[in-house]
């Protein structure tokens, strides 16, 4: 019924974005191969998935409730709200959030950032404290993304604005850093060579980043395993064993990781991954069935 509908129309809203440039917010990727192939092969990823595409529909309501709620509490209009910029060197464009000035009489600008509950718990009270953006591949880009809009727009200081979905707020203080910036142009005329050139870069050293991949397919990254299973230190695997290890009971949680390591390991035959070996063999049918094994226990 009403749920069904709301869902089918997300479905249907699911799209790839045409890529002519590159984004300031993938340029702290850091594998040069996917930015490359991100240009030149946009096409060619897969679609986001429906439960990913109600993330995104969430995060955005989120992230425009806190643009009104700074503009109410500041007593003004936020400035230059998506505003376009390009770096002509490199290419690397974006839309930045917006400007604000603060009680200090400084105007900033800033990026709003939603965050699951779990995952913002995890970022320290500290304005200045910006390490914790390094625990998770799509943080990890918050900072130079932040970063280049203040070199692009002029600006010497900015502002990382973390809401959780349960309504609570954090802000990170992100102060130019003229070699992180020219580290991220240097990076982005690498990936112009290479477009132009028509040639891609050396495969990401990490296999269990590739898994995640949404250009995996286009990759094709060299996976050799041997004959026996393949140890591979990938942390969202390693916590889905883990989940799946300790909720096997209630059945729900159980099935959902389940699902998910199914969905990493695709059919590879066997895999390692912490203290978890999967197996995956088929059926009479062709059918691949999957068998987790933890070390230590008995069958």
Sequence with gaps: MIVDRVLGMIEKSRKLIPVNSNWASQMGEDCLRFLVLHRTSWELQELPSLPLMCRFDI???????????????????IILRQQPFVEKRSGISGKIEGVIQCEDGKKRPLEIKSMATAIFEQFSDDPHDLSDFEKYPWTRKYVPQLSIYLYLAGYEEGVLVLVALDGRYKEKIVKLDYDLVDGLIKKAEAVNAHVAAGTLPDYHPDAGKCLECRLFTVCKPPMKYGDGPVEINHDDLAANLRIWDETRKPRKAYEDAYENIKSFIGARPAVLCDKYQITRTPNKKGALLTKITVAGEDE
């Design 59 to 77: 995060g955005h309501a989120v992230e425009a409730m806190a643009l009104r709620k700074i503009e109410d509490a500041f007593g003004q209009q």
